[in-house]
């Protein structure tokens, strides 16, 4: 029996998304483009907040430099973004509201379970409170994470990603 779970514990974690991505039926808020398999329209990833929800939702709490005590994220798991997508570069280049840019390598996504958060306690995230979305580390889990380099790749009002 144990055989078989692990069996089928494999087969659901290696899923992979191939091709054509469900296109979304609300507002887009979110564009991927640059080096992915898997795309929506003309080549680029397009996502509404109902097209991530979709995905899985992830949330945890911790502190941060933005909000007084620790605070509750709730969002998409950035792994689980760019295997979607089929991302095949190394870094994101995240894009915000505002035109502010960061550049994130894709091994914090897996070193480190980072969201893109659409929700801070509960509530979806406004524009004027950092959404829609907010990239979010989380900061109190390992003492390297408190820190400026950190801190500089947690873009919020994110709007675009380019896989480079």
Same mark, same amino acid.
């Not at 097209?51 to 998409?76: A, C, D, H, M």
């Given at each position: 029996?144990?055989?078989?779970?692990?069996?089928?514990?494999? /087969?659901?974690? %290696?899923?992979?998304?191939?091709? @054509?991505? &469900?296109?979304?039926? =609300? !507002? /887009?808020?979110? %564009?991927?483009?640059?080096?992915? @398999?898997? &795309?929506?329209?003309? =080549? !680029?990833?397009?996502?509404?907040?109902?097209?991530?929800?979709?995905?899985?939702?992830?949330?945890?709490?911790?502190?941060?430099?933005?909000?007084?005590?620790?605070?509750?994220?709730?969002?998409?798991?950035?792994?689980?973004?760019?295997?979607?997508?089929?991302?095949?570069?190394?870094?994101?280049?995240?894009?915000?509201?505002?035109?502010?840019?960061?550049?994130?390598?894709?091994?914090?996504?897996?070193?480190?379970?980072?969201?893109?958060?659409?929700?801070?306690?509960?509530?979806?995230?406004?524009?004027?409170?950092?959404?829609?979305?907010?990239?979010?580390?989380?900061?109190?889990?390992?003492?390297?994470?408190?820190?400026?380099?950190?801190?500089?790749?947690?873009?919020?009002?994110?709007?675009?990603?380019?896989?480079?």
């Amino acid at each position: 029996m144990r055989l078989i779970v692990m069996l089928l514990s494999l /087969v659901v974690c %290696t899923q992979v998304w191939a091709g @054509e991505l &469900t296109k979304p039926t =609300g !507002k /887009v808020l979110l %564009t991927m483009s640059g080096k992915i @398999e898997n &795309t929506n329209d003309n =080549g !680029k990833a397009v996502f509404d907040i109902a097209s991530l929800e979709k995905l899985g939702v992830v949330s945890f709490q911790t502190s941060s430099p933005w909000y007084n005590g620790r605070t509750n994220f709730t969002g998409i798991s950035m792994q689980k973004l760019m295997d979607y997508v089929g991302a095949k570069g190394t870094v994101v280049k995240v894009t915000a509201l505002n035109d502010y840019t960061t550049v994130i390598p894709l091994s914090d996504f897996k070193n480190y379970n980072v969201i893109l958060a659409f929700k801070i306690n509960g509530e979806y995230m406004r524009v004027r409170d950092k959404g829609p979305f907010f990239i979010v580390y989380p900061y109190d889990s390992l003492p390297e994470l408190n820190n400026q380099i950190y801190y500089s790749r947690s873009a919020w009002q994110v709007s675009r990603m380019s896989i480079e």
